[in-house]
């Protein structure tokens, strides 16, 4: 069985949990607590999973996969049905550039390790801290509307009327945008899709709220 080593609310873990439930596929969560007892992803055991001590990983029969995007790469061309990713090259390269414009350029910034660094090294307080999370996801959130809104292949979802990585990427971000009260009323066509994929027992099986380490 494939095994997910996961943190309910860690963003990328929550893009693979939807990857792997739309594929239809069994796994087994191993949790690890990013918080208590230090952050148990620094521990010598995960460590040698991942030298970055980050999750998600996803161990398949001892292949070890880290990197959320190139998991969700490898399981579609492993278990290609259903896609992830659209037919066409150019389909391909828009769901992809949708997918990274959270993953690459929102997400780093409201990292938990980003997030630590500032409280903890920069002596940053609790106001400006949330100040900054709220400033990068409100202002990459806009982008991403303004990609979505402007594209006629745009439809039920990010691309057309499937699920498809860039679906993957969205409801992790907004989810975490709702937990620190970021402004969303400015992105229509983000929340309709969300709410779309909510709908979807996939995505609703993979929220935080029903993880087995769940708080």
């Known amino acids: 069985m494939l095994r997910l080593y996961s943190y309910f609310r860690s963003s990328a873990s929550y893009r ?3 990857a792997l439930n739309l594929k239809g596929l069994a796994y ?5 607590h990013l918080v208590r007892d230090g ?3 620094h521990g010598p055991e995960f460590r ?3 030298p970055a001590g980050q999750v998600p990983v996803l161990d398949d029969h001892g292949q070890v996969f880290t990197q959320s995007l ?5 399981l579609e061309e492993t278990h290609p049905e259903p896609p992830l990713l659209p037919r066409d ?4 390269a828009r769901v992809r550039a949708i997918a990274q414009s959270i993953a690459c350029d929102i997400h780093p910034l409201n990292n938990l390790r980003v997030l630590q660094y500032l409280s903890r090294n920069l002596h940053v307080d609790e106001a400006a801290k949330t100040a900054w999370y709220r400033y990068w996801t409100e202002q990459g959130l806009a982008a991403v509307e ?3 809104a402007a594209d006629l292949r745009t439809g039920t979802f990010c691309h057309g009327d499937s699920p498809t990585m860039a679906d993957l990427c969205l409801v992790p971000q907004v989810f975490n945008a709702r937990r620190f009260d970021c402004h969303l009323d400015q992105l229509p066509t983000v929340m309709r899709i969300n709410e779309a994929c909510l709908n979807l027992p996939a995505f609703a099986a993979a929220a935080p709220s029903r ?3 769940a708080e």
């Open 16 to 18: 693979v949990r939807i």
């Open 28 to 32: 087994e969560t191993v949790p690890v």
């Open 39 to 41: 952050g148990r992803q």
């Open 48 to 50: 040698a999973l991942n």
């Open 70 to 74: 190139a998991i969700v790469e490898y």
């Open 89 to 92: 090259a150019a389909g391909r």
């Open 146 to 148: 303004a990609l979505l």
């Open 211 to 213: 993880q087995p380490d």
